[in-house]
């Protein structure tokens, strides 16, 4: 049955994802984070979704191509140095044979994150994509958020298999980015009923995020929690909310998940916080010892050996921030994180000018729950390695396209989202945002 329908989805929208390349877009969004995939047991399960959609969005580029508008803007500029500098990294790196094929597979995502920045231009493609990207990882939210409750928590959350969101860690830090991303939805959607459920959904993502019991989402789900908050309009009623869900939160996991995170407090005592920090002191040294970083695939003994403190004491990063300054130096890094910082200036630079104009209203709230979602990964990331995921990257294509859209002033001739104008919350709410100006 799950075969019949993942086959029928495929065959209604590929006539749509050649001739729209912002279709084939989410097409590919929803394969490659969600992985439908590898959730079917018959004949689909082997079948190359991805290459299929990658493919589509290629073509349809041609077909469509008075649609496509490459973005000038710093970001896209910094993210296509990271990418040559990556490629070098790699030629130059210690295993450049085993390193190419792990290449090929970050290539794939940042290509079609250039192609995304190409096609998502209006409010409309914007909002799909949004949605596209919050239910590919609010589905399995959902899930595990039920799954939780019934096993009142005594049972771990794990992601898809395959992908980059299998482990309970890289899911719980997925979710977490996600539900900003919700919380925008159910801001600007025109139904009641789908506010409400909207509202749901973040409540069993939040709840399966602690579910996966990871250490790294409840440090992402709290920094989330406190940038939400800033962004929020009415503060007093917003922390009040805040503190009551997290208390019944945290009340209901039980005492195993909670001596769980206090080892956060006594890291020294465990061997895994333990593992990690030798993985980050050989990243470091590697990054010293050599300027162009010693590529991908450098999780070998021998390279462990050659720069850790403990050379038997084998461990992936599990940084995002020191994934990238061993493979690709210290350049590398400062490519990486700038490209996150200037993500994040630009959201909140397109949050103040969407003030000056009322149609543009929603890129206010989007920009600002952009930014808590980017301080998600920023926070939840430095104790994962998945510098390489594709969900922030769409974070940054999002916060491209609002900007470019506010830039080109297209409130003059687009009044509606992907269901309507929405906003019905900002009813009563607008004066209250301008008098927030000087505080954003």
């Known amino acids: 049955m799950r075969d019949l329908v993942l086959i029928t989805i495929f065959a209604i929208v590929l006539p749509m994802a050649f001739k729209h390349t912002w279709i084939s877009v989410n097409l590919w969004t929803w394969v490659s984070i969600m992985n439908p995939h590898q959730l079917t047991y018959g004949f689909t399960n082997g079948l190359p979704f991805a290459a299929t959609a990658a493919f ?3 073509v349809s580029i041609v077909i469509d191509k008075k649609s496509i508008h490459f973005p000038r803007d710093i970001v896209v500029l910094l993210l296509f140095v990271f990418i ?7 030629a130059l790196g210690y295993y450049p044979m085993d390193g190419i094929v792990y290449l090929k597979r970050v290539l794939k995502i940042q290509l079609m994150t250039i192609v995304a920045m190409m096609a998502v231009r209006e409010r409309k493609h914007i909002e799909w994509f949004i949605w596209v ?3 590919s990882i609010g589905f399995y939210g959902i899930k595990g958020g039920i799954f939780t409750i019934l096993t009142a928590g005594g049972a771990r959350v794990w992601g898809p298999p395959g992908g980059f969101i299998e482990g309970n860690n890289e899911i719980g830090l997925a979710m977490v980015m996600t539900i900003p991303l919700l919380n925008y939805l159910r801001l600007v959607s025109p139904s009641h009923r789908v506010r409400l459920g ?3 959904s973040m409540l069993l993502t939040a709840v399966a995020a602690l579910g996966t019991q990871s250490r790294g989402a409840l440090l992402a789900i709290s920094a989330m929690a406190f940038m939400m908050w800033l962004r929020s309009v009415r503060k007093i009623l917003s922390l009040l909310v805040l503190v009551i869900v997290a208390v019944n939160m945290l009340a209901f996991m039980p005492e195993s998940w909670t001596a769980r995170m206090n080892t956060i407090q006594n890291y020294e005592q465990d061997d895994s916080a333990m593992g990690r920090i030798n993985a980050w002191r050989m990243a470091f040294n590697l990054a010293n010892d050599r300027f162009f970083g010693g590529g991908f695939e450098i999780i070998t003994p021998e390279l462990f050996q050659r720069y850790a403190p403990e050379p038997m004491d084998i461990h992936a990063a599990h940084s995002i921030y020191f994934q990238v300054l061993g493979e690709h130096g210290w350049v590398g890094l400062a490519l990486f994180v700038g490209i996150g910082y200037l993500s994040f200036r630009s959201a909140g630079r397109t949050r103040r000018l969407a003030l000056q104009y009322k149609n543009a209203e929603w890129l206010f709230h989007l920009s600002g729950m952009l930014q808590v979602s980017l301080v998600g990964f920023a926070v939840g990331g430095a104790f994962l390695s998945l510098a390489y995921f594709d969900l922030p990257y769409n974070i940054i294509v999002i916060v491209v396209a609002g900007s470019w859209w506010l830039r080109e002033q297209r409130w003059k001739i687009e009044a509606n989202g992907a269901f309507g104008s929405g906003l019905p919350v900002m009813r009563t709410t607008r004066q209250s ?6 505080s954003v």
């Open 56 to 58: 589509t969005a290629l």
């Open 84 to 90: 040559g500098w990556m490629c070098l990294t790699t």
């Open 133 to 135: 990207n919050a239910i």
């Open 198 to 200: 909207l509202l749901f």
């Open 433 to 438: 945002v301008i008098t927030t100006r000087k």
